[in-house]
C-alpha cells in the first residue's frame, strides 16, 4: 500500500474478524514502530503484546463502562500496551531540558503512528484507546515504576468498514509565517 493511500484510508476500528494475527505481521508492525524517531535517540518506547483473553478482559475491565473501545479489547486477538520508560526523553544527565517537560508523550506518539500505518498497510486495523484506569490497568501489566502506561491499542483483522470522519481543510488548521497569516498554496515571494 502506498504511504499517502495509508494515510487517507487508515480509520479506527472497533470490530474486529475472529482470525488470529501471524507473528510475521506482529512483528512487522512493531518493527514500525521501533524505526520512529525520538528525542535524542532514546526510544523510551516499551509494548506488552496481550493475547491472552483473560488478561485482555482484566484490561477491558479497566475501561469506563460506556467507552467503545471496552469492546475492540475483547474482540481483538492482540492488545498491544503502549509504553515508555519515564524521565528519558526530553531529559539530559537526568534532568529535564524543556519547558514542555517529559517528551515521552510524544515519542510515543510518533512510534504509535508510524505502528497503526503499519498495521493498516498490512490489512490490520487498531483503535486507540486512551480512558481508562491507568493504575488499575499497570497493576494487570506488572509494569515497573519507572515505565508509564501511555495507551491501550486492539489490533485484529477488521470486521468493519468505517466511513471516512471530515477532516478540516489545511486553511483552517495552517498559518503561514505567523499565527493568524493564512495559508495559501502559494508561497509568497
Known sequence: MELFEALRNRRSIRKYADRPVPDELLEQVLE?????????????????????????????????????GK????????????????????????????????WLMFDLALALGQLTLAAHALGLGTLHVGLYDIERASAVLGLPADVQLVELVP???????????PRKPLAEIVHRGKWGSPYSKTIPA
Not at 37 to 63: C, G, I, K, M, Y
Open 32 to 68: 514500525a514502530a521501533r524505526c520512529a524517531p525520538s528525542w535524542a535517540n532514546v526510544q523510551p518506547w516499551r509494548f506488552v503484546v496481550v493475547t491472552d483473553p483473560e488478561t485482555r478482559r482484566a484490561l477491558a475491565e479497566t475501561l469506563p463502562s460506556n467507552n467503545p
Open 71 to 102: 469492546g475492540a479489547i475483547l474482540g481483538a486477538p492482540v492488545l498491544l500496551a503502549a509504553c515508555g520508560v519515564k524521565q528519558t526523553s526530553g531529559y539530559y544527565k537526568g534532568k529535564v531540558t524543556t519547558t514542555l517537560g517529559d
Open 155 to 165: 489490533m485484529g483483522y477488521p470486521d468493519q468498514t468505517p466511513n471516512s470522519p
